[in-house]
């Protein structure tokens, strides 16, 4: 390796572009324990089952991530008339696990370096087992709120800390799919959620504590299985536990063999070790932010975060219901369950994500499922313009306040103090009025021919949308969105994460780029509505739309494919070409079938006229600037 003296910057020799010629043919050395690769005679190496319960065990912490996010929904139609909570108290009960998940995700990556992936972990499940305890028996507003931000501590150590630990533990043939997994199980907790959001919403006085308390369950499971887990092999060598180290390596690549795996590691270990003694004890951000590759990575993964949270998938899932009812439902808990069937299709489709991640790979599979949800933006967006622009009109006044002023549905809805009623024959809408809503209904009109329960044969009350021809194009882009975005955009964020960059920054790189998601999911979801008021649905959509084809331009240009490669090997990718998504890199080297590229010999190389020529007789490495 060398350090780049015509600049303050840190860099690193590109290895990625990098071929090793012998000069005397050598005989094919073994091929490496820890990688798997259909050899000429078609032999594949079998994986430890030790390997799937360690990913088994940290995914739980996936699943608690996606059950809290999709219990909340359905626990709040309970918790307001229980807790008499405002508007305020609403988005404060909402907005406080996203908000502690994004602080305490930054907390994860020093105390990740700290203490280790296994312990944080424990220290999450551990959280977030009180967290739950605490929403299911509380008795006031107060406990709400503090049990809402404990379990956002939890989510935040968990979501940053999981796919990392993963990825260090995971063998190189199976980390994409062993890491996606883990989003597999987000999804998984909120279908769950979904299920049992329907089945508690019958329970309307202590329905919601179940909702919520029940989460305690997975997350006391987690913490009694982590006690029996092994810390990252990776974090052991890091802090000079070679012994330890050695031993997780052969309990999770089913062999003896490691040495090479592990002197790989520890030689990089050692490097960036000296490489910290040169530059003096600088604080890890700073040293991130000196060094061009890793500068780059940290761009291209918090980028990553970033598109996942502003392609709309929050408000996609915040309509779900609202286009459920535009196609003609009329049962509150009819379109709760048929919104769980929206979380279904979500779970499926990451399925399928686990299914192709190894098989065409990371790139190949964000940039069809970007292009995907992009065609559903277009098709959400011009169902909701269609639908605004054939609004049906108010044509019956029942009243003399602020809602009968409206003179159109669109219009009508806008206001949340002000519904539609109507009368249906046939697919035709007449007598369309708009009036406030009760106060001493769960769902109905303060006044005139809908202040009644249950209504008259006939009159329907639309509180939140209007009736409209085109609902099925809602519909179809819903569902669209959802197959696309789950395999690729849902999960590729952070399997891409937890690869791509070297140990010394990989804590504090993941931390950066999870922070990063909850912090936008969190601007997403407070600026959602304001949005809505001033540019209209469907001009929200719209705007989706043009953020994902930056997006999408973004990827293409930013992102390399990292499978089948080692960990240390990916965190070269990024060295050289400020695009290397457009970069030709060449085939996984490490675990070609040519002798591999050593510490030893790198820091040997000299470099003249375009290539470097190692000083090893053996072989001539060239590469390319």
């Known amino acids: 390796m060398s350090t780049d003296t015509d600049s303050e910057d840190i860099e690193f020799e590109s290895l990625s572009m990098t071929e090793k010629r012998p000069l005397v043919p050598e005989p094919k050395p073994k091929r490496s324990s820890n990688v798997q690769n259909d050899d000429a005679q078609g032999q594949v190496q079998r994986t430890p089952q030790f390997v799937y319960t360690l990913a088994f065990f940290a995914a739980i912490g996936g699943f608690l991530f996606g059950y809290d996010t999709g219990v909340v929904s359905g626990a709040m139609l309970l918790l307001q008339p229980e807790f008499e909570l405002d508007s305020v108290w609403e988005e404060m009960v909402v907005s406080a696990t996203i908000l502690f998940a994004a602080i305490f995700a930054l907390v994860g990556g020093p105390l990740n370096d700290k203490i280790g992936r296994k312990a944080v972990t424990v220290v999450a499940s551990l959280v977030f087992t009180g967290g739950a305890v605490l929403l299911g028996v509380a008795q006031n507003k107060v406990m709400l709120l503090a049990g809402r931000s404990i379990l956002g501590v939890g989510i935040g150590l968990a979501s940053m800390t999981v796919p990392m630990y993963i990825a260090e533990c995971a063998p190189v043939h199976l980390r994409g799919r062993l890491v996606t997994?883990?989003?597999?199980?987000?999804?998984?907790?909120?279908?769950?959620?979904?299920?049992?959001?329907?089945?508690?919403?019958?329970?309307?006085?202590?329905?919601?504590?179940?909702?919520?308390?029940?989460?305690a369950v997975p997350s006391a499971v987690q913490f009694v299985g982590f006690l029996f887990l092994p810390e990252s092999p990776r974090w052991l060598i890091k802090h000079g536990r070679i012994t330890e180290a050695r031993e997780v390596l052969q309990k999770c690549r089913g062999t003896e063999d490691v040495?090479?795996?592990?002197?790989?590691?520890?030689?990089?270990?050692?490097?960036?070790?000296?490489?910290?003694?040169?530059?003096?004890?600088?604080?890890?951000?700073?040293?991130?932010?000196?060094?061009?590759?890793?500068?780059?990575?940290?761009?291209?993964?918090?980028?990553?975060?970033?598109?996942?949270?502003?392609?709309?998938?929050?408000?996609?899932?915040?309509?779900?219901?609202?286009?459920?009812?535009?196609?003609?439902?009329?049962?509150?808990?009819?379109?709760?369950?048929?919104?769980?069937?929206?979380?279904?299709?979500?779970?499926?489709?990451?399925?399928?994500?686990?299914?192709?991640?190894?098989?065409?790979?990371?790139?190949?599979?964000?940039?069809?499922?970007?292009?995907?949800?992009?065609?559903?933006?277009?098709?959400?967006?011009v169902g909701f313009q269609l639908a605004a622009f054939h609004s049906p009109p108010v044509t019956f006044r029942e009243s003399n306040d602020t809602c009968s002023s409206y003179s159109w549905c669109e219009d009508c809805i806008e206001n949340s103090d002000c519904g539609f009623c109507y009368t249906e024959i046939g697919k035709s809408v007449v007598n369309g009025s708009c009036v406030t809503v009760a106060t001493n209904l769960t769902d109905g009109a303060g006044q005139g021919r809908c202040d009644s329960d249950p209504l008259t044969p006939g009159t329907v009350w639309a509180h939140g949308y209007c009736p409209t021809d085109y609902s099925w194009m809602g519909l179809l882009g819903l569902v669209m969105y959802l197959m696309f975005f789950a395999p690729g955009m849902g999960p590729m964020p952070w399997t891409i994460n937890s690869e791509i960059y070297p140990l010394w920054a990989r804590s504090t790189g993941n931390a950066i780029s999870t922070a990063t998601n909850w912090f936008f999911n969190l601007a997403v979801a407070m600026s959602f509505l304001t949005l809505t008021e001033s540019i209209t649905k469907y001009g929200t959509y719209w705007l989706f739309v043009g953020i994902v084809f930056c997006g999408l331009v973004f990827i293409m240009a930013a992102l390399p494919e990292t499978k089948g490669r080692s960990l240390e090997e990916v965190e070269t990718l990024f060295q050289g070409s400020i695009c290397p998504g457009f970069s030709r890199k060449s085939p996984n080297i490490l675990t070609s079938t040519q002798p591999s590229l050593s510490i030893g010999d790198l820091t040997k190389t000299t470099k003249s006229k375009g290539f470097t020529q190692s000083t090893d007789p053996s072989a001539i490495i060239i590469t390319h600037f």
């Open 259 to 381: 040495e090479e795996e592990l002197n790989t590691v520890k030689e990089l270990c050692e490097e960036d070790q000296r490489l910290m003694e040169e530059t003096g004890k600088e604080n890890i951000l700073m040293k991130i932010l000196r060094t061009p590759s890793v500068r780059r990575a940290v761009l291209v993964g918090s980028g990553l975060q970033l598109i996942q949270q502003v392609s709309g998938i929050n408000t996609v899932m915040y309509y779900s219901a609202t286009i459920i009812r535009m196609t003609g439902v009329r049962d509150t808990s009819l379109a709760i369950w048929l919104a769980a069937m929206t979380a279904g299709v979500n779970f499926v489709f990451t399925i399928l994500g686990v299914w192709l991640v190894e098989r065409i790979g990371r790139r190949p599979l964000i940039l069809g499922s970007l292009v995907g949800v992009l065609i559903s933006l277009v098709v959400l967006a």
């Open 181 to 215: 997994v883990n989003n597999l199980f987000i999804t998984g907790g909120q279908f769950v959620a979904s299920v049992l959001d329907g089945v508690f919403s019958y329970d309307k006085k202590n329905g919601w504590r179940w909702m919520l308390g029940l989460a």
